[in-house]
């Protein structure tokens, strides 16, 4: 039985700040598994594709990015579930696209967004093993917004117009 957690709403201090990367001495610790656990839970009974761990107010450098078609993204790609530690976009793409971006934080809100077509990332994982990996489409418009979680952004304070 996995937990639930509440989910930061826009305008709380959480979602404004950098969060912490998490340490070595936490790799593989039970804490981390079951907050990477409870993370994946409360994203799927939100029908979201990814979150991050400042979402419910962990000031943790953790995400997970799990793009699959639900009534929130019925065109949402399949992939498998990726946890991120410490994740760092090592290279942007120059192309770009818009895409509509909503989040659990900002209920009810949904806007075009431009984001790098592909990006590589390097992370940890649970166990903390190195990893690189190229992103595009769509995972990578969700790994860019959940890294911006990280950063204390939300997609709205990226909207020009
Ligand atoms: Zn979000």
Known sequence: MSVILPVA??????????????????????????????MHATMLERNGVGIAAPQLYISKQVIIVASR????????????????????????????????EGCLSVPDERAQVERAQSIKVL???????????????????????????LNGILFVDRLTA
């Not at 489409?137 to 979680?149: M, S």
Request: with cysteine.
């Open 9 to 38: 709403q826009r305008g709380e201090d959480i979602l404004k700040l950098k969060a912490a990367p998490v340490a070595e001495s936490e790799f593989n610790s039970d804490w981390l598994l079951q907050l990477a656990s409870a």
């Open 69 to 100: 078609s639900n009534p929130r993204y019925p065109d949402a790609p399949e992939m498998d579930a990726v946890v991120m530690l410490n994740p760092q976009i090592l290279e942007f793409s120059e192309a770009t696209c818009f895409g509509e």
């Open 123 to 149: 992370y940890h994982t649970l166990a903390g093993d190195v990893m690189e990996t190229v992103f595009e489409g769509f995972p990578a418009r969700i790994v860019q917004h959940e890294i911006d979680h």
